[in-house]
Each structure stands twice: as structure tokens, then as C-alpha cells.
């Protein structure tokens, strides 16, 4: 059975938002759209606490898209975004919410960043995604939403890395492209098996 991740499609990552991605309004329709062919629909939702290790404005001097090193790894230093009850954590408003089957909240733990609907950053501590889309018998992934080269490439990595089906629809898609982010992340997706449509 096939189910659609719809990833992050939230008001702060649309144009106007706090860490807006150029043309992330536009999927909105397509992603309605295709949520008619698939047998279930799950969304992810970025949800950070105000201090969360990621936000830039949490580290002194620290400025948006520079780096940090955190216990973890790398971390790229994010402007303030889809902050716990905010408007800007919202669904984009004309996402088709009556179709989600699971909503799946990541980044809500201050000291680490999300970006996969499966694992935190660290890549050990798990949402609980895998568990439900097997209990379902849902094995085919397709991923759509925001951004390409962050949230949606580590969650499609992580599905195959799972052994799932994973297929990344890029017309419904938006990246970033933070410093080549988009390249490099369709190049480790092809190379783990991932499909891009």
C-alpha cells in the first residue's frame, strides 16, 4: 500500500514566513491533488520550542544559515521558525488537512534538530513513523513538501535506509539551496536508492 509524506508544508517555510523557500506556496495544489492517490496521508509538522538549539538567536554572535557544533554533529544555525503554537508553525492554509491520517511533530526537543519524519538528527532517537506505516502494511513512500534538499531528502534517505520504497515527487517539491544543498542532496538520494520523479 502507497502513503504520501507530506513534509513541513507549513506557513513559515511559504513566502512571508520566518525561513521562507522561494516558491513553496505553489505545491499546495499539486500536493492536494495528490493525496487522492494514495491509501494514506501522513504530515510532518516542524514544532520547535523557543530556545531550540538550532535557532541562530540561541547562540551568541551566531548568525542564520552559519554553523555549529553540536553533541550530535554539524548543525546549520536557523533563523527563528515554526515556533510551538505560533502562526508560522501552522499548515499552509490551503493544505488539505482532512486527509492526514498521522500527524507527525519533530524538533520539539530544544537540544536537538529534526529534519526526517523518522529520526531526530542524531539518527538514533525515533518519531515512531516506521512503526506506524508498517503496522499499516504502507510500504510504497512518497515524499512531497518542504524543503527538497533538508526535511525531504533525510526523510526519503531514511525510508530506504529502512527498507521502504521511497520515491521523492520533485514537482511538488521546493528546495533551499543552501550552497549546492539541492545537488548534493539529489546525489544521495539516487545513490541510496531513492527515486526522483
Known amino acids: 500500500m502507497r502513503a504520501l509524506i507530506v513534509v513541513d508544508l507549513q506557513v513559515d517555510f511559504c513566502p512571508g514566513g520566518a525561513l521562507a523557500v522561494a516558491g513553496g506556496d505553489e505545491i499546495v495544489g499539486p500536493v492536494n ?8 496521508v501522513v504530515l510532518t509538522q516542524d514544532w520547535h520550542p523557543a530556545d531550540h538549539s ?19 554533529g554539524d548543525q546549520v544555525l ?9 502562526d508560522g508553525a501552522a499548515f499552509h492554509p490551503g493544505l488539505d488537512l482532512r486527509r492526514a491520517d498521522l500527524i ?4 520539539f526537543r530544544r537540544e536537538i534538530d529534526s529534519y526526517s519524519a523518522f529520526f531526530e538528527n ?6 515512531g513513523l516506521a512503526g506506524y506505516l508498517r503496522d499499516r502494511g504502507l510500504t510504497d513512500l512518497r515524499f512531497v513538501g518542504l524543503a ?15 527498507g521502504f520504497s521511497a520515491t521523492v515527487i520533485e514537482g511538488a517539491t521546493r528546495a ?16 541510496a536508492g531513492v527515486t526522483l520523479s
Open 122 to 127: 542524531d539518527r538514533r532517537t525515533p518519531t
Open 54 to 72: 538550532s535557532f541562530a538567536s540561541n547562540h551568541s554572535g551566531a548568525q542564520p544559515f552559519g554553523t555549529a557544533t553540536l553533541p550530535y
Open 148 to 162: 527538497h534538499d533538508f526535511c525531504v531528502a533525510w526523510s526519503a534517505l531514511d525510508a530506504a535506509r529502512l
Open 176 to 191: 533551499i539551496d543552501l550552497n549546492g544543498s539541492r545537488e548534493a542532496a539529489q546525489a544521495a538520494m539516487r545513490a
Open 33 to 40: 491533488a495528490l493525496m487522492a492517490e494514495h491509501d494514506a
Open 104 to 107: 507527525v511533530r519533530k524538533g
Open 78 to 86: 536557523w533563523p527563528d521558525h515554526c515556533v510551538i503554537g505560533s
